[in-house]
């Protein structure tokens, strides 16, 4: 790819599927080998940029970094962590709407890897099942935890909401700050992105309308 289709990709956003793209052997080597190549990698990085790494400081961060990355901002790529999603039998045969509200967005754009900062509104309407609330939240916070587009990361969450509830009533909310705009490029430092996806229900007009204005 060349550098200014390298540059389009990055300033736009695009994605290429809901999918985020993997290697078939991704998971091969162990947390423990990835951190020590991460860190091997990031110290080259670090000294291309002329920082001293024999000063106190500095000298630790390659690792740091390495075990950052794997265990906490991108632990949502391992198959292996994603939480367990335990549903119940709707035995009060509620049938109205369910709403987890301002659920923590912090993930990275997979352009730049910079911060995505921001909250998730999710919602559903229960047939035969229900899910225990903070499910939700660590489900959000899974696919969140990945090099991410935003629209990517909607369909993400819907779709596995919708798979395990078993109904196409979900609709899915995000509201985020992307560092990549706002600290390079346009340098935009206001504004922000939202991204909204559902199916079943939510088609109809006045079921969004009710969402939109329970989270706003």
């Given at each position: 790819?060349?550098?200014?289709?390298?540059?389009?990709?990055?300033d736009?956003?695009?994605?290429?599927?809901?999918?985020?793209?993997?290697?078939?052997?991704?998971?091969?080597?162990?947390?423990?080998?990835?951190?020590?190549?991460?860190?091997?990698?990031?110290?080259?990085?670090?000294?291309?940029?002329?920082?001293?790494?024999?000063?106190?400081?500095?000298?630790?961060?390659?690792?740091?970094?390495?075990?950052?990355?794997?265990?906490?901002?991108?632990?949502?790529?391992?198959?292996?962590?994603?939480?367990?999603?335990?549903?119940?039998?709707?035995?009060?045969?509620y049938?109205?709407?369910?709403?987890?509200?301002?659920i923590?967005?912090?993930?990275?754009?997979?352009h730049?890897?910079?911060?995505?900062?921001?909250?998730?509104?999710?919602?559903?309407?229960?047939?035969?099942?229900?899910?225990?609330?903070?499910?939700?939240?660590?489900?959000?916070?899974?696919?969140?935890?990945?090099?991410?587009?935003?629209?990517?990361?909607?369909?993400?969450?819907?779709?596995?909401?919708?798979?395990?509830?078993?109904?196409?009533?979900?609709?899915?909310?995000?509201?985020?700050?992307?560092?990549?705009?706002?600290?390079?490029?346009?340098?935009?430092?206001?504004?922000?992105?939202?991204?909204?996806?559902?199916?079943?229900?939510?088609?109809?007009?006045?079921?969004?309308?009710?969402?939109?204005?329970?989270?706003?």
């Amino acid at each position: 790819m060349d550098k200014e289709k390298i540059q389009i990709v990055g300033d736009n956003h695009i994605a290429t599927s809901i999918q985020t793209p993997l290697r078939p052997d991704a998971f091969d080597k162990s947390d423990e080998e990835k951190i020590k190549n991460i860190q091997y990698h990031f110290k080259m990085i670090m000294q291309e940029m002329g920082l001293d790494l024999t000063d106190d400081s500095l000298s630790g961060t390659p690792y740091r970094v390495a075990k950052m990355y794997i265990k906490e901002l991108f632990y949502g790529l391992n198959p292996a962590n994603k939480p367990k999603l335990s549903t119940f039998d709707n035995k009060y045969s509620y049938k109205r709407m369910l709403v987890e509200q301002n659920i923590t967005i912090d993930s990275a754009c997979e352009h730049h890897f910079l911060p995505i900062v921001g909250h998730a509104h999710v919602a559903y309407i229960p047939n035969k099942k229900v899910i225990g609330l903070s499910k939700i939240n660590r489900l959000v916070n899974y696919y969140a935890r990945r090099p991410q587009v935003q629209e990517r990361l909607v369909l993400q969450i819907l779709n596995d909401l919708q798979t395990v509830l078993d109904t196409k009533d979900v609709i899915v909310s995000v509201t985020a700050k992307h560092l990549c705009v706002s600290s390079r490029g346009i340098k935009d430092q206001s504004s922000f992105t939202t991204t909204l996806e559902y199916g079943g229900c939510f088609v109809e007009e006045s079921r969004r309308n009710e969402f939109l204005t329970i989270i706003a």
